[in-house]
C-alpha cells in the first residue's frame, strides 16, 4: 500500500536480457529498435500524470545551446518555486549542478496528447545563478536536500504541490538506483528486449553510486506479456515486508 502523502511510483524502462539499459559510453544500444513497444507499454500502464528522469536523458529536451548563466542581479530564496503554468502533467528532470538550459518551460512527449510543465529538481548547493534563470525562463523547481536529493521530501512535495498520484521513474540507472535505496519504487515495469550488453560498464537498471552493504528488495510478479520483436513485458510490485 503506497504511502497517502507520497506518489505511487512506477519505474518503467527497457534492458537487455542482462538487465543493462545503454552501452555505458552514450552508446543507445536500444531505443531506436523497441521505442514503439516502449511507449505502447508505457500507454497501458495505471494514469499517470508525472515522468521523472535523469539529467543525461533530459538533455535531449533542453536546449542545445550552453550559454554561461547570467550573474546573480537579486537575492534568491533557496525554496520551491512553481512558476506560472496551464499544464496538468508534470515532467521532474534532476540536474542539481545546474547544467541544462531551456527554451521553453514545458515537454512535449510523442506518445502523450498534451504538453508536461517542466519542473526541475535540485538541492540547496544548487548554485544560485541557476534558480535565477530558471525563475526568469518561467520554469518550477523543487529544492530538496542540501548537497544530495532528499528523495522523501521531494517525492512528498511532488504529491502535496502538483497533487500527482503516479508518476513515472525512467531513469537512467543513477536516479533509479537512487530512488530505490530511498526504498520508494512501489511497481517496476520492465520491457525485456532479446539483446544481451555483455559489457561491465554498461548501465543497468539499477545502480548505486557508491559503495553501500548488499540491499535487496523483493518484488511479486503481478504480469508478464508476450511482446512483438521478441521482447517480453515483466510487471512487478514491491513485496509486502
Ligand atoms: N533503457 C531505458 O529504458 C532508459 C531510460 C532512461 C534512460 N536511459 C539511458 O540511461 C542513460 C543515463 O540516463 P539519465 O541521465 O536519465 O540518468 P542517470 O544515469 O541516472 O543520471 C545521470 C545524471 O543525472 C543526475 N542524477 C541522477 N541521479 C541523481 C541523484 N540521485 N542525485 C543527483 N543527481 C542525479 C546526475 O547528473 P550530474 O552528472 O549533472 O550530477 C547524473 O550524472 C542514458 O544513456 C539514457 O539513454 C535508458
Not at 542581479?73 to 545546474?98: C, N, P, W
Request: charged letters at 25%; one cysteine or more.
Amino acid at each position: 500500500m503506497t504511502n497517502p502523502e507520497l506518489p505511487h511510483i512506477i519505474c518503467h524502462m527497457m534492458s537487455t536480457i542482462d538487465g543493462k539499459i545503454s552501452g555505458g559510453d552514450g552508446v543507445d544500444i536500444m531505443s531506436d529498435e523497441f521505442f514503439g513497444l516502449y511507449t505502447e507499454t508505457e500507454d497501458m500502464l495505471p494514469p499517470h500524470t508525472a515522468w521523472m528522469c535523469g539529467r543525461v536523458t533530459m538533455q535531449m529536451f533542453a536546449s542545445s545551446q550552453t550559454l554561461p548563466l547570467p550573474v546573480l542581479s537579486r537575492q534568491i530564496e533557496v525554496t520551491d518555486h512553481i512558476a506560472q503554468h496551464e499544464e496538468k502533467l508534470y515532467m521532474f528532470g534532476i540536474d542539481t549542478k545546474g547544467k541544462l538550459r531551456w527554451d521553453k518551460n514545458s515537454i512535449k512527449l510523442s506518445n502523450v496528447n498534451n504538453p508536461l510543465h517542466l519542473v526541475i529538481v535540485v538541492t540547496k548547493s544548487t548554485p544560485k545563478e541557476y534558480l535565477q534563470y530558471l525563475q526568469d525562463k518561467n520554469i518550477s523547481y523543487l529544492v530538496a536536500g542540501d548537497e544530495s536529493i532528499d528523495f522523501p521530501r521531494l517525492f512528498s512535495s511532488i504529491k502535496e504541490k502538483m497533487e500527482v498520484e503516479t508518476l513515472l521513474l525512467e531513469g537512467g540507472g543513477l536516479l533509479n538506483g537512487s530512488v530505490m535505496a530511498a526504498d520508494m519504487v512501489d511497481e517496476i515495469s520492465l520491457l525485456m528486449t532479446p539483446k544481451v550488453a555483455n559489457r561491465g560498464i554498461a548501465q543497468s537498471l539499477f545502480e548505486r553510486k557508491i559503495e553501500e552493504p548488499l540491499d535487496v528488495t523483493n518484488y511479486e510478479l503481478i504480469d508478464v506479456k508476450k511482446m512483438a520483436k521478441g521482447c517480453v513485458w515483466l510487471q512487478y510490485m514491491k513485496a509486502l515486508q
